[in-house]
């Protein structure tokens, strides 16, 4: 088939006719025990490998296509694996490419879990993480030491959003012979293709933008060929994997990511550039703004903004912002992001190669779908209660 763009390849991607039987959506495939017709059949399923039914927990026509779809967004991938949820991916991604007496060079705004993993589990097992700037570009190379195995990207930094030189990073890693592992959940492949950037390993919670609708927890991780089998291997020693209803969701998910992913992007900036203009907001942190860290980076690599956000109120305490936060009548408060609904909660970021004060209290919004005239109004009645509060 000829090449095709991002919103053709959504709608196209993992759609085998073998897979589907004609079916638009694949059947949800509900499978432990495949039965083989002779001990020959069963033979010859090993090893186990997609497309080719071998037991529940190595993958059905259903979870095939979705690793196959998002493979597809990831132009110069070989491969995707699933987890059963975006912490279990990340875990399993970077369990794939670290052994003891490594050193993972892990950027400083990591998503929380993440960094609990390098300084728990991944430190008892003798892998010692250094934190660094997410802002060093191409300066990465001088932390580069004998042991360094890998480098971490996420990009934007959770909470604070600097976007990455991620093109400049790679680019120095690769000339190391070092793996490079990105979190790209908040653009999703749609809106930055992080393998063909130079990306090793791009790591999706597809809990948030890639199921869209807050009701299945996923994950999964897109490599390039180098590291494919590593990551295979480990997932399957681990015993990973994903359940049917959760694969079907995501898929499901997947075919309007792109025209989800716009209108978060319209709303998002438009409540972001409200938001700019109030007394009562100090900054707003938003990688399509020019205020933001990276601003060029994002400008440069990214085709788009999806909905999620911080802003830093201008003065005030937790106690303060927390009264904010439930006063607001559209915004729910909750874990996760990516979903239909507008989210706000209290951050606060937790660093150790950077700055961690702020001007005021953080706060993190999910624009969602709901018209951003309701959603403006709500937080102008919320502000002007944080004003007198103040
Ligand atoms: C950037 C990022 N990565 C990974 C995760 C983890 O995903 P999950 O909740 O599916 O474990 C989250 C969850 O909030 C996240 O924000």
């Keep these: ?70 493979t597809e967004l990831e132009p110069g991938a070989s491969m995707t694996r699933l987890f059963p949820s975006g912490a279990a991916a990340v875990a399993g991604a970077l369990l794939a490419v670290l052994e003891s007496g490594d050193e993972l060079l892990m950027v400083d705004t990591a998503y929380g879990p993440t960094r609990a993993l390098c300084d728990t589990v991944l430190k008892r097992f003798g892998v010692a993480t250094h934190y660094y700037d997410p802002m060093i570009g191409a300066g990465i190379a001088d ?86 089998s590593r990551l295979e291997q480990t997932r399957r020693v681990l015993g990973q994997s994903a359940g049917p209803d959760e694969a079907w969701l995501a898929l499901r998910g997947l075919r309007t990511l792109g025209l989800r992913l716009r209108q978060h992007q319209e709303s998002g900036l438009r409540v972001a550039r409200w938001l700019e203009a109030q007394p009562q907001v100090a900054r707003v942190l938003h990688p399509a703004l020019a205020g933001c860290p990276g601003h060029a980076h994002w400008a440069r690599d990214f085709t788009g903004a999806t909905g999620l956000f911080s802003i830093v109120l201008n003065g005030g305490d937790s106690a303060a912002r927390a009264a904010f936060i439930d006063g607001l009548e559209r915004f729910g408060i909750g874990y996760s992001w990516g979903g239909y609904e507008s989210l706000a909660v209290p951050a606060d970021p937790v660093r150790t190669a950077t700055q961690t004060e702020w001007e005021g209290p953080l706060v ?14 709500d937080l102008a009645a919320g502000l002007a209660r944080y004003r007198a509060d103040g």
């Design 1 to 70: 088939m000829s090449k095709s763009k991002p919103d053709t390849r959504l709608v196209e991607a993992g759609r085998r006719p073998e897979w589907t039987g004609g079916i638009v959506n694949p059947p949800v495939y509900r499978a432990s025990t495949i039965l083989f017709d002779s001990v020959e059949a069963m033979d010859a399923a090993n090893p186990p490998r997609d497309g080719t039914l071998h037991y529940g927990r190595n993958g059905t026509p259903t979870t095939w296509a979705l690793c196959e779809a998002l």
């Design 143 to 228: 932390l580069i030491g004998e042991r360094t195995r890998a480098i971490f990207l996420e990009s934007p930094g959770t909470h604070t959003f600097e976007v990455q030189d991620v093109p400049a990073i790679c680019a120095v890693a690769r000339e190391r012979g070092i793996v490079t592992l990105i979190d790209n959940t908040w653009a999703t492949p749609f809106f930055f293709p992080a393998v063909a950037a130079g990306v090793d390993l791009s790591i999706l919670a597809c809990t948030k933008y890639i199921g869209g609708h807050a009701d299945l927890m996923l994950g999964s991780v897109t490599a390039k060929a180098e590291v494919a």
């Design 364 to 377: 993190r919004l999910h624009v969602g779908l709901e018209d951003p005239d309701d959603l403006i109004a």
